[in-house]
C-alpha cells in the first residue's frame, strides 16, 4: 500500500473496517486531482483528497466525491445492447462484447470499402483521456474525420499558441503571480484542462491582483481588483483597446519586443485603428476602467491570464486567442516563474505520437470535412461539427455513413441540435460507448458499456501542457464495462491494425512510457512524474515557430490566406450587426457558464450532484424580469430565431440587463419515455451553427453571444 498524507485515514480505516485505499487520480470532469479511495467488500466506499498530489493538494470538488454513485448508479449500462426495431423505439437487447465488436468492425470495413475510410467518423467528448486511442484507430483506418469539441474548446487555444509561441503557456502557480487576469473563465468553478480553482485561490490568498473580464458578476469577480462587464463577444476589442494602452504607453517589455517578436510595426498599426473610445462603443466597458486594467496587468510582475473557452466560442476565436497570448508576451510575462510558462512534458509518447497521425496517408488528409474552409483546424485535424452533420443528410461533399461516439452527447452539446438530431436519425449505422443510454445512445444501433476512471488503468493528464503525469489506477469492476482503450484496441484487431496495436492494452501503456525506460507496473508505484522545469527557455532556442520569434504576425495564417493580424469581427447575431432582428429578439443570450455539479450533460442522474440544480436556470436582470413579468423561480421561454426551450427563472442582478445567460446540456434522465426530454430544456435548440458564423480558422462556432427573447410561460 502507498505511502498517504490524508489525518484520519487509517482512524477512518479502522473505524469503517475499509478493506483497502487506492491512490488514483480523479477524472469527473478533465481530471487530475489526486484521490485516495477507500473499498470495503469489493465496492468503493468512500473517496478523499490526496494531499500529496500537486494538482489538488487534497480538496476535491462534489463530483469528484460523488464518483461511486455514478459508478454503481442503477441506471448504468453494464453490458453491450442492440437495437431491435426502429430508431427510438427504446427496445434493446444483450448482445456479448464480441458480437457488439464484430458488427461494429464488419461496419467499418464494409464502409470503407465502398465509400472510403472518410465514411466513418469518429466522434469523442471532452478531454475524456480518450482520444489518444481514437486518433490512433481512425488515422491507421485512414479517416481523416474526427468529430470534438476541439473547433471551440482548448483546440483553438493549441492551434494559435502553437503558431505564436510553439506551445500552450500554462500559468505558474507554483511561484504565484501576483496579478492574475481572469478572462472569459471561472475556474473555481469549471477545474479546466491544465487547471484547478485550488492554485487560483490561493494566489489570490497569497495577495495576487485580480482583473476579471466576464459579463457575468462570478465569484472571482466579486473579489476582484476590476471588473470589466464587457458586452458578449467584443473579447477581441477589448483586448486589442488594452494592447493599445501597453504600446502608446509604453508598457512592454522593450527587449522582448526587440529581440523575440515578430511583425512589431504591422502590429502596432493595427492596435492603433482600436483607440480606446472606438472600444468603449463596441464593448460597453469604460474608457477609463480599461485603460486601469492595462496598466495594473503591465506594470505587476509576474502577471498571468487565465483564460477560459468563452472566448473561443465566438467569430474571433482565434484572434481573441492571440490576443491574449500578446498580452502575456508584450508584459514580458512568457516563460519567467509566476508567469506563463511552456512548460516541458516528460519523455514519453506524447498524444500526437500515440494518435498516430503521421500514419494518415496525405490523400486522406486532404479530404477531412471542413479542411478547406477551416484551414487551421483542418491542420490539427480538427473538424467543424456542421461539416460532418452536412455530409450524413446531404452526402455533400461525400457521404459519411457512420458514426461512432465514444464519450460525447451531440444531441445536447453541439450547435443547432434539431439539425444533429436529424444526423443522428439518419446515418446509416451508428455505435455509442457511454455510461448511459443518453438521447444520443439512444439513436445509435449498438450502445457499448463504458468504465469509469475508478474501472481503468491509464496515464493521467497525459494530454495537458502542465508537465504532469499521474497513475490512474484500476480500482473496481462493474459489470461487463471496458475503458475506451481496452475497447479500441479490441476492435483495432478486428479491423485489420493488430500489428499496431498490443494483446492487452497494458502494454499500450508501457509503449506511452517506453521513453521514459519505466513499464505501467513501476508507474503505478510512483506518485507522478514532472518534465523538466526550466525557464526563458527561448533566449537559448527562440520560440518554436517559423520565423522562431514569438509572432505577432502570423506566417502560418498568412500562407493559409488569412489576416495575420488579429482583428475585431462583430458577432453574426447582435445589436449592431443585426439590428431589426433585435427589435424582435431584444437580448443577449450567453450559453453555458459551468454549474459545480454538473459536466455538460453528465450527472443529472447523481442524487448528490442533482440535489446541487434542480432545474435548468437563465439568469435575468431584476429590471428585465420586471419588465417582461417574470418572478424569481417562474418557467421562461427563451426564444431565438431557431427555435425556443424552457428554464427557470433566477433573478441576478449581477448581469447587464441587456444580457441573459442560460444554462446548456440539460435532459431529464428520470424521464423514461425516448428523449428524456432532450429538446426541451436544450439550449443548443437555440445556437446557430451556420458556417458564416464561425470562426474562418478554426470553424468555432458562436454560442456564447447570440440574441433571443424571454417570456413567462403560460400556466406558471
Ligand atoms: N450552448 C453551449 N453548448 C456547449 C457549450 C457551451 O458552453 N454552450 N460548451 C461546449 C464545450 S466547451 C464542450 S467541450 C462540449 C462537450 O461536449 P461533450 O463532450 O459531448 O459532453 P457530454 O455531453 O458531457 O458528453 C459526454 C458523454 O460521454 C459520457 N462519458 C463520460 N466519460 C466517458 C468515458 O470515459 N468513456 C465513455 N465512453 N463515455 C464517457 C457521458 O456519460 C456523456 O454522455 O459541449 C459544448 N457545448
Ligand atoms: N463543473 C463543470 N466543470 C467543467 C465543465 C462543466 O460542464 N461543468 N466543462 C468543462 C469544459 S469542456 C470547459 S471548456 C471548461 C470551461 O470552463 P471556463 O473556461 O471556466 O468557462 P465557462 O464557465 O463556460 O465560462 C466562463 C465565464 O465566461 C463568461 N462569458 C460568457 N460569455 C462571455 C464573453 O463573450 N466574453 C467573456 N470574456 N466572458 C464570457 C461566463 O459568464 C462565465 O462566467 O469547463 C470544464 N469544466
Ligand atoms: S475538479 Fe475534476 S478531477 Fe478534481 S475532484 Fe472535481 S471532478 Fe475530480
Ligand atoms: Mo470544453
Known amino acids: 500500500m502507498h505511502e498517504f498524507k490524508y489525518a484520519n485515514a487509517e482512524r477512518e480505516m479502522e473505524f469503517y473496517g475499509y478493506d483497502s485505499v487506492i491512490k488514483s487520480h480523479c477524472r469527473m470532469c478533465h481530471g487530475g486531482c489526486g484521490v485516495l479511495v477507500f473499498v470495503k467488500d469489493g465496492k468503493v466506499a468512500k473517496i478523499a483528497g490526496d494531499q500529496d498530489c500537486p494538482i489538488n493538494h487534497g480538496t476535491l470538488c462534489s463530483k469528484g466525491l460523488a464518483s461511486a454513485q455514478l459508478a454503481y448508479h442503477p441506471d448504468r449500462l453494464t453490458y453491450p445492447v442492440r437495437r431491435v426495431g426502429p430508431k427510438l423505439s427504446g427496445k434493446w437487447e444483450r448482445i456479448s462484447w464480441d458480437e457488439a ?24 467528448g471532452t478531454g475524456r483521456e480518450n482520444e489518444a486511442a481514437i486518433y490512433r484507430i481512425a488515422n491507421l483506418l485512414g479517416s481523416p474525420n474526427v468529430l470534438t469539441a476541439g473547433h471551440f474548446c482548448y483546440g483553438p487555444r493549441i492551434a494559435t499558441s502553437i503558431i505564436t509561441c510553439g506551445t500552450n503557456p500554462i500559468i505558474d502557480y507554483e511561484n504565484f503571480p501576483k496579478c492574475i487576469m481572469m478572462w472569459g473563465n471561472n475556474v473555481t468553478i469549471s477545474n479546466p484542462d491544465c487547471y484547478k480553482g485550488e492554485p487560483f485561490s ?37 483586448a486589442l483597446g488594452m494592447l493599445n494602452v501597453i504600446v502608446n504607453e509604453e508598457l512592454y517589455d522593450k527587449d522582448f519586443v526587440n529581440n523575440y517578436t515578430y511583425g512589431w510595426d504591422d502590429f502596432v498599426k493595427r492596435v492603433n485603428e482600436y483607440p480606446l473610445e472606438r472600444v468603449e462603443a463596441i464593448t460597453w466597458v469604460p474608457r477609463e476602467k480599461i485603460r486601469e486594467a492595462a496598466r495594473l496587468f503591465a506594470v505587476t510582475k509576474p502577471a498571468a491570464v487565465q483564460w477560459g473557452v468563452a472566448i473561443e466560442q465566438q467569430i474571433n476565436c482565434a484572434d481573441n486567442d492571440r490576443l491574449l497570448m500578446f498580452l502575456m508576451g508584450l508584459t514580458g510575462n512568457i516563460d519567467v516563474p509566476g508567469g506563463q510558462v511552456l512548460f516541458k512534458a516528460p519523455p514519453i509518447v506524447n498524444v500526437g505520437r500515440f494518435g498516430a497521425h503521421d500514419k494518415l ?3 486522406q488528409a486532404a479530404k477531412r470535412l471542413g479542411g478547406e474552409r477551416f484551414r487551421l483546424a483542418g491542420q490539427f485535424a480538427i473538424i467543424n461539427p456542421k461539416a460532418v452533420w452536412d455530409a450524413v443528410l446531404d452526402e455533400e461533399p461525400y457521404p459519411v455513413k457512420m458514426l461512432f461516439f465514444i464519450s460525447s452527447n451531440p444531441v445536447l452539446t453541439r450547435a443547432n441540435a434539431r439539425e444533429v438530431y436529424r444526423a443522428l436519425e439518419q ?25 469509469t476512471w475508478l474501472e481503468m488503468d491509464y496515464i493521467g493528464d497525459f494530454w495537458k501542457r502542465h508537465g504532469y503525469i499521474l497513475p490512474r489506477r484500476k480500482v473496481v469492476q462493474v459489470g461487463e464495462c471496458r475503458s475506451d482503450h481496452e475497447m479500441l484496441n479490441d476492435l483495432a484487431h478486428r479491423i485489420g491494425q493488430g500489428e499496431y496495436w498490443w494483446d492487452s492494452f497494458e502494454s499500450g501503456l508501457d509503449y506511452i512510457l517506453e521513453p521514459l ?23 537559448e532556442k527562440g520560440f518554436s515557430t517559423p520565423t522562431r520569434k514569438f509572432e505577432l504576425y502570423s506566417t502560418v495564417l498568412e500562407k493559409m ?24 429578439y431584444p437580448y443577449i443570450l450567453i450559453t453555458g457558464a459551468r454549474q459545480p455539479g454538473f459536466f455538460h450533460t453528465e450527472n443529472r442522474q447523481i442524487p448528490w450532484l442533482r440535489e446541487l440544480h434542480k432545474d435548468p436556470q437563465v439568469e435575468i436582470h431584476p429590471e428585465t424580469a420586471a419588465k417582461e413579468g417574470i418572478k424569481e423561480g417562474d418557467w421562461v421561454i ?30 431529464y434522465p428520470e424521464r423514461k419515455e425516448p428523449g428524456h426530454g432532450w429538446d426541451e430544456s436544450n439550449i443548443n435548440i437555440l445556437t446557430d451553427n451556420g458556417y458564416e458564423g464561425c470562426d474562418p480558422a478554426m470553424g468555432a462556432t458562436n454560442v456564447r453571444a447570440l440574441l433571443c427573447r424571454i417570456k413567462l410561460e403560460l400556466g406558471n
Open 101 to 124: 465488436l464484430g458488427t461494429i468492425a464488419a461496419r467499418i470495413l464494409g464502409y470503407k470499402e465502398k465509400y472510403g475510410a472518410e465514411s466513418v467518423v469518429f466522434g469523442y
Open 202 to 238: 490561493v494566489a489570490l490568498d497569497a495577495g495576487a491582483k485580480l482583473i476579471v473580464i466576464d459579463p457575468r458578476l462570478t465569484r472571482p469577480a466579486a473579489r476582484a481588483n476590476l471588473w470589466l462587464q464587457l458586452r458578449p463577444g467584443t473579447d477581441a476589442a477589448l
Open 361 to 363: 496517408p496525405q490523400e
Open 427 to 451: 446515418v446509416d449505422f451508428m455505435a455509442v460507448s457511454d455510461f448511459f443510454m443518453t438521447p444520443t445512445a439512444e439513436l445509435a444501433d449498438i450502445v457499448l458499456p463504458a468504465s
Open 517 to 539: 525506460g519505466i513499464t505501467w507496473q513501476e508507474f503505478k508505484q510512483i506518485d507522478y512524474v514532472r518534465g523538466e522545469v526550466k525557464y526563458k527557455k527561448y533566449k
Open 561 to 584: 490566406g488569412y489576416d495575420p493580424l488579429p482583428q475585431h469581427r462583430e458577432i453574426p447575431e447582435s445589436p449592431v450587426s443585426t439590428p431589426d432582428l433585435y427589435e424582435e
Open 638 to 667: 427563451i426564444e431565438s430565431p431557431r427555435g425556443k426551450v424552457r428554464q427557470r427563472a433566477k433573478l441576478f442582478a449581477g448581469i447587464d440587463p441587456r444580457v441573459v445567460a442560460a444554462q446548456h446540456a440539460w435532459w
